[in-house]
């Protein structure tokens, strides 16, 4: 009988012992996979689709490409842009002292029209230059009329927009409109910046403004796209503006640079990241990381192009293009590997 009441008290103490054991931390996995990650993305064979992508967190998003017509900063640059991707005629030109009633109808010859570079610096910018300052939160514009050409015949009358900013307050950036055969200015809009978003936009098609941004500016590096980009057409030797696919980065402190033929993927580390000069240009990744073979019939990616993204939260992250088909053979789906360096 003792030996089995010895036996119990052991086995009780054992049990005790074990629950008074020091819990160990559940560990936590690292926010970014280790190692060479691969993410593929649809735009479409018609490149219907934008595609936004955050490294850090791996988080994608999508939506269809063309929503706006004109966007709003929220910074105090006041940069106005464009969408002039959605048409190779998308551009704006403008006429000092104006008034709506004077401009019904115009001889598209006789004016120097201009788009978005899409590198995104306001001096390159359609709209550069529309206010004569902005302190204490006011921005005062010149007296200027703006002409936008949509682009497509088929808009009917909203091929051709007059435009005239009357100023920013604040968050609230305020302008009036009309299609071009109107005598009078037909919509007069407040529209209020969000400091979630880059930017706010409006679309003159629905007469309103539009969401643009699936993700808060915080959160995503990379958007795939469609922008318009002048070009050298090596056949002519000139350069023309082009309709393009391509990466744009977020404006808000994700920087690039582009290691073309300068050292193997493999090979690329923190410490070489760390000494590189990084570019704000939107369009560093841009679209010449595939190229069109007529030998082939189809997009092949340039293998030498490799990139690296200093993301706002001070990641290092290293990429390279894989591949513009899916497996069916259908073009509009990049798909590119990438590491965080450590």
């Known amino acids: 009988m003792k030996l089995g009441k010895i036996y119990i008290s052991l086995i009780l103490l054992v049990i005790s012992l074990a629950g008074c054991e020091k819990e160990e931390p559940l560990y936590t996995a690292p926010e970014v996979p280790i190692g060479t990650q691969s ?3 649809f735009m479409g064979e018609n490149y219907e689709n934008q595609l936004w992508f955050e490294f850090s967190t791996q ?3 999508s939506n269809p490409f063309g929503l706006w017509d004109i966007g709003f900063s929220m910074n105090e640059t006041n940069k106005i842009i464009i969408n002039s991707g959605k048409h190779s005629a998308f551009n704006v030109t ?6 709506f009633k004077d401009l019904t109808s115009i001889d598209i010859s006789k004016f120097q029209w201009r788009f978005d570079n899409p590198n995104g610096h306001v001096d390159s910018l359609a709209f550069s230059g529309w206010c004569k ?3 204490l939160g006011k921005a005062e514009p010149f007296n200027r009329l703006y002409i936008i050409n949509r682009g497509a015949d088929s808009l009917g009358n909203k091929k051709f927009i007059k435009l005239k900013m009357m100023g920013r307050e604040g968050n609230s950036y305020h302008f ?9 200015a037909t919509h007069d809009v407040y529209i209020q910046t969000n400091n979630n978003y880059n930017y706010c936009y409006y679309n003159f098609g629905i007469e309103k403004e539009v969401q643009n941004e699936p993700l808060n500016r915080d959160n995503w590096d990379l958007m795939i796209t469609t922008y318009k980009q002048v070009v050298k057409e090596e056949t002519l030797g000139q350069t023309m503006p082009y309709i393009l696919r391509g990466v744009l980065t977020n404006p808000n402190k994700v920087k690039v640079i582009e290691l073309n033929n300068k050292i193997p993927f493999d090979q690329i580390d923190l410490t070489y990241a760390k000494a590189l000069v990084f570019s704000n240009y939107l369009n560093e990744i841009g679209y010449d990381w595939k190229t069109w073979s007529l030998s082939a019939n189809k997009y092949a990616i340039n293998q030498n192009k490799v990139f690296i993204i200093l993301d706002a939260k001070g990641n290092y992250f290293k990429m390279r293009f894989v591949d513009f088909y899916n497996d069916l053979g259908e073009k509009g789906y990049p798909k590119i590997a990438w590491e965080l360096l450590k």
């Open 94 to 99: 403008s006429i000092d002292n104006v008034d």
């Open 176 to 184: 009036k409109w009309a299609v071009l055969s109107d005598t009078a």
């Open 59 to 61: 988080k994608t998003a």
């Open 39 to 41: 993410t593929s993305f």
């Open 133 to 135: 300052n902005y302190s």
